[in-house]
Every structure is written in C-alpha cells, then in structure tokens.
C-alpha cells in the first residue's frame, strides 16, 4: 500500500518560516521524481518546487530564493523548507511522487499552511 503522508502545516505569521515533510511508504523511493504542490482555496493546484533522482531541482517563480526542496532517500523523505512566508503562500500544500521507470504517480493528503498575523 502506497502511503505520502505531509506534516508541517500550520498558522504562521508573514515573515516566519514552517518546514514540510512527506515521508512515503509502499513505493521504490528513489525511483520517484518528488514535488510538492500547493492548491489555495478556488485557485488551481500548482507545482511548487520538484526534485529529480539526482537531487536536482526547480522551483516556481513565485517561490524562488525562500523555498527550498529536498530529500532524504535513506529516510524515504521529501522536505519543504519556507522561509519569507506571506499570505500569498497560503494553501494546501500536496506531496506528489512521480516514478521515473513506470508511469505510476501519487499524492499525499496534503497539509495546511496559513500565513497571517
């Protein structure tokens, strides 16, 4: 059973910083191109930040130089690191598992994050 699970959301204030993690289970984790994405409420789900088996990454323009994505395959676990947190980073953020050998992809449940004093 293949299993994302997020954790990390939570209230913050504009400026602060929150870390996200997805640990995975049931998959080859190190065959999986990770990303996390972000849906706030009536927008479309976004990619924020990916990571590739060779730990390279890109990150959408919004989110470049305060996010950083990375993973540990050891712990079968993707990070999210945000800092310079604003209220337009508000959303539900979702794990996504992307196999690079097979066409299989995955989401978590997905986190909360809300930026606001």
């Known amino acids: 059973q293949v299993q994302l699970v997020e954790s990390g959301g939570e209230l913050v204030q504009p400026g602060g910083s929150l870390r996200l993690s997805c640990t995975t289970s049931?998959?080859?984790?190190?065959?999986?191109?990770m990303g996390w994405y972000r849906q706030a409420p009536g927008e479309q789900r976004e990619l924020v930040a990916r990571?590739?088996?060779?730990?390279?990454?890109n990150y959408a323009d919004s989110v470049k130089g305060r996010f950083t994505i990375s993973r540990d395959d050891a712990k079968t676990t993707v990070y999210l690191q945000m800092t310079s947190l604003i209220s337009e980073d508000t959303a539900v953020y979702y794990c996504?598992?992307?196999?690079?050998?097979?066409?299989?992809?995955?989401w978590g449940q997905g986190t909360q994050v809300t930026v606001s004093s």
């Open positions: 996504h598992a992307d196999g690079i050998l097979t066409s299989q992809k995955y």
């Open positions: 049931g998959i080859n984790f190190r065959a999986y191109t």
């Open positions: 990571i590739t088996t060779n730990d390279e990454t």
